[in-house]
Nanobody, 115 residues
Framework: QVQLVESGGGLVQAGGSLRLSCTASRSISSIATMGWYRQAPGKQRELVAAITREGSITYADSVKGRYTISTDNARNTVYLQMNNLQPEDTAVYYC?????????WGQGTQVTVTV
C-alpha cells in the first residue's frame, strides 16, 4: 500500500508559477509509475504528466512546454513544476502511484489561476 500526500497548491495570477509536491510513504524507486492528474469542476479527471520508474515521461498536450515532472528518490517525492499558468489550468490536482495492478491516489490540492 502507498499513502500519498500532496502540497503546493494555491492561488496564482495568470502567467505565474507553482510547484506541487507529492510525497509517498514508500520508496518511489519501487513504484512503477507516478503521475499527476487534475479535475476541473464539471469535467473528468485527466492525466497531466507521468513518469515511470525507468524515467519515461508523458505530458498532456495542453501542458507541454509549461509543466515539468521530476522526482527526488531520496525524499520519495515527485514534483510538478507549473509555469505560465492559465485560468484553464484551474483544477484539483491529484497524485497517483501505480504498483502492480493497484492505483493509489492522494487527497488532491487545489490550484486556482485568476486572470
Amino acid at each position: 500500500q502507498v499513502q500519498l500526500v500532496e502540497s503546493g497548491g494555491g492561488l496564482v495570477q495568470a502567467g505565474g508559477s507553482l510547484r506541487l509536491s507529492c510525497t509517498a510513504s514508500r520508496s518511489i524507486s519501487s513504484i512503477a509509475t507516478m503521475g499527476w492528474y487534475r479535475q476541473a469542476p464539471g469535467k473528468q479527471r485527466e492525466l497531466v504528466a507521468a513518469i515511470t520508474r525507468e524515467g519515461s515521461i508523458t505530458y498532456a498536450d495542453s501542458v507541454k512546454g509549461r509543466y515539468t515532472i521530476s522526482t527526488d528518490n531520496a525524499r520519495n517525492t515527485v514534483y510538478l513544476q507549473m509555469n505560465n499558468l492559465q485560468p484553464e489550468d484551474t483544477a484539483v490536482y491529484y497524485c497517483k502511484s501505480t504498483v502492480g495492478w493497484q492505483n493509489y491516489w492522494g487527497q488532491g490540492t487545489q490550484v486556482t489561476v485568476t486572470v
